[in-house]
Structures are given as C-alpha cells and as structure tokens.
C-alpha cells in the first residue's frame, strides 16, 4: 500500500505541474487557500505577482516529493502523518466537505501510518554507511552520503524536470 500511495502522489504531483490551469483553478476560487502559513514558506523570495503560479508549483512539487519519499520507504510514518494532516486540512477547513472523498487517502495514510510491515528500500545503503562508520572510512561515508541522493534526482526529479519544460501543452 505504501508503494502504491506513494507512486499515485508522486504521478499527481506531475500532472499538476502539468495541468498548471487546472490547479490554478482552484486557487482563483478558494484563494483563501494561497494563504497558507506552508504556501507562504514556499513562496520566500518571488515576485508577488505570480503568487498564484507558486502555489501551483510548491504544491505539486510537494506531492511529487511526498509521493517518491513514500514510495521508498524514507520517513514513512512522519510524511503520513504530515499528509493526513494536509488532506484532513484540505477537506475540514479550505475546501468543505465538497472534498469528502480526501477520506479514503486518509484512510490509506492512516494505514500505512499504523503499519508494523514497514520496509525501507534504501536498507542496502544504510548497511553500507555502517559498516563504513564502524571502519573509520570517512570517505566511503562521506561518498554514500552525498552519491545515492544525487543519483536518485538525477535519475527521478531532472528528467521529468526537462520533459515538462519542452513540452508542448496549449492543448489543456
């Protein structure tokens, strides 16, 4: 279930970014929403004026992180939490009860949340950053703690980076 939560918040993160109106859409209509304390951390530093394409772009960007993070198994428990928090949010406060269907990802978070199954698929690298430490070898720790995060945006975060950049979307 985590890797299937995971892999939905991660592909809906993109489509927002890629369907940017239709998410804009939504903040034209409850732009209470844009008022976020969290929207407004991300929004530090750009120009007032694209406010609402920030919100756009923080909150898929969000969800595409939520989602691989799930998806991996790093922090499971905390980002659960952290989503239902937000979906709960979403649901209760910004949206109505218009959004009642947030309850089965809540539920599913939940879940995954109270799960005593929960596995980690970066195990393999945290064996190999103890058996490091336990050597004294500072450069193997220092190389496993800077190479798989680095590989693993190069490989997950640039390339849908580029395609969504040269794509063509003024079809939506």
């Given at each position: 279930m985590r890797r299937i939560l995971g892999l939905s918040f991660f592909v809906l993160g993109w489509l927002k970014i890629w369907n940017h109106d239709?998410?804009?859409?939504?903040?034209?209509?409850?732009?209470?929403?844009?008022?976020?304390?969290?929207?407004?951390?991300?929004?530090?530093?750009?120009?007032?004026?694209?406010?609402?394409?920030?919100?756009?772009?923080?909150?898929g960007m969000a969800e595409v992180l939520s989602g691989f993070l799930l998806m991996i198994g790093?922090?499971?428990?905390?980002?659960?939490?952290?989503?239902?928090?937000?979906?709960?949010?979403?649901?209760?406060?910004?949206?109505?009860?218009?959004e009642i269907p947030h309850i089965y990802l809540i539920g599913a978070l939940l879940s995954v949340i109270f799960s005593n199954q929960l596995t980690n698929e970066l195990s393999s690298f945290e064996a190999?950053?103890?058996?490091?430490?336990?050597?004294?070898?500072?450069?193997?720790?220092?190389?496993?703690?800077?190479?798989?995060?680095?590989?693993?945006?190069?490989l997950v975060i640039f390339p849908l980076l580029e395609l969504l950049t040269h794509a063509n979307r003024s079809g939506l």
């Open positions: 239709l998410i804009a859409g939504v903040a034209d209509n409850y732009p209470a929403v844009m008022q976020d304390p969290l929207v407004n951390f991300f929004a530090i530093g750009t120009d007032p004026q694209y406010r609402r394409e920030c919100w756009v772009v923080s909150f790093v922090f499971t428990r905390v980002w659960s939490l952290l989503m239902v928090f937000v979906m709960t949010k979403l649901m209760l406060i910004d949206f109505g009860w218009v190999a950053q103890e058996q490091a430490r336990r050597r004294g070898d500072m450069l193997a720790r220092f190389a496993l703690m800077i190479v798989p995060p680095v590989a693993l945006a190069v």
